[in-house]
């Protein structure tokens, strides 16, 4: 069983910057796909990001340019870098380790609890 703990989140004015973490239990954050999510209340939950082992990056359109997902494999660490805040990326923010592929073929799809960001006008 693999456990995903965030930390980073938190208020911060428009314009700002943060940093998520998300640290992973277990053996097997080497050999999946990474993401990041984010709900707001009422919404769906939607993709902010993924990193691929090989360390290939994509970006939902609303972040482009503004975050940068990372890995760090040796420490079992998934970063979101997180500059030019905007009011309208205030929601909760979830770490993934796994893909769609990797859910029916392998059981692998782990959720971190999520935490709050909040950007201030």
């Known amino acids: 069983q693999v456990q995903l703990v965030e930390s980073g989140g938190g208020l911060v004015q428009s314009g700002g910057s943060l940093r998520l973490s998300c640290v992973a239990s277990?053996?097997?954050?080497?050999?999946?796909?990474l993401a990041w999510y984010r709900q707001v209340p009422a919404k769906e939950r939607e993709l902010v990001a993924t990193?691929?082992?090989?360390?290939?990056?994509k970006y939902a359109d609303p972040v482009k340019g503004r975050f940068t997902i990372s890995r760090d494999n040796a420490k079992n660490t998934l970063y979101l870098q997180m500059n030019s805040l905007k009011p309208e990326d205030t929601a909760v923010y979830y770490c993934?380790?796994?893909?769609?592929?990797?859910?029916?073929?392998?059981?692998?799809?782990?959720w971190g609890k999520g935490m709050l960001v909040t950007v201030s006008s």
């Open positions: 277990g053996s097997i954050f080497s050999i999946y796909e």
């Open positions: 993934h380790l796994g893909s769609p592929a990797a859910a029916s073929r392998d059981g692998v799809d782990y």
């Open positions: 990193i691929a082992t090989d360390g290939n990056t």
